[in-house]
């Protein structure tokens, strides 16, 4: 089994390198865990003080879930995944069976941030963007998927996205093994990574898309 965290900021393009590392492996060979899924349950906070939740901080996160599902996988054993609601900032009742595979990734704006974590990791990598590019991304995605105004958007970046990724996620870049420029548009960082995968697991090279 290989385990992989792949971080990097919002708007990266850490979903596209994960999408296509998925779509270039044989079906049923990964197991994807989101970070996102292991947000803290937050049904204690006051529905009107959710609002203020910082989910770009470290602890926003349930770090000891987190390691401890990605131990019983990496032990063959099975995990029930929790999942998440925006809407309502809090867990749900509801989990995802997962079954151990090959690979397992880990993708989040955070996923080379906590040591333990890290230590369950046999390959370590960072969707490294401009910071340009990330913000237009972003307001793309907000805009369009989420409703938000233009200046919504920014207001959100200046307060949190941005100094939360020069305070956290930036400086985890320093443990990655591998660094992808320019996110899911690099094919050649994305093939490397691919190769890294075959050759590990003994599977037969395919080609490079």
Known sequence: MLIIGI??????????????IIESLPPGEVV????????KDNSHVPVEKRQYINFDHPD?????????QVTLLKEGKCIEQPTYSYLTCCRLPETIHIEPRDV????????LRDPQLRDLMDLKVFVDTDSDERLIRVIQRDMIERGRTAEAVM?????????????????????????????????????IL????????GLPHT???
């Open 7 to 20: 971080a990097g900021g919002t708007g990266s393009g850490k979903t596209t390198v994960v999408k296509k």
């Open 32 to 39: 994807l865990l989101p970070q996102d899924s292991y947000y």
């Open 60 to 68: 926003a996160f349930d770090w000891p879930l987190l390691s401890e």
């Open 104 to 111: 397992v990734i880990i993708e989040g704006i955070l996923a």
């Open 155 to 191: 207001e959100r970046y200046t307060r949190v996205l941005k100094p939360m990724h020069l305070q956290f996620i930036e400086p985890s870049k320093r443990y990655a093994d591998l660094i992808i420029p320019e996110g899911g548009s690099n094919q050649i960082a994305i093939n």
């Open 194 to 201: 691919k190769m890294f995968i075959e050759n590990n697991l």
């Open 207 to 209: 080609d490079n898309q």
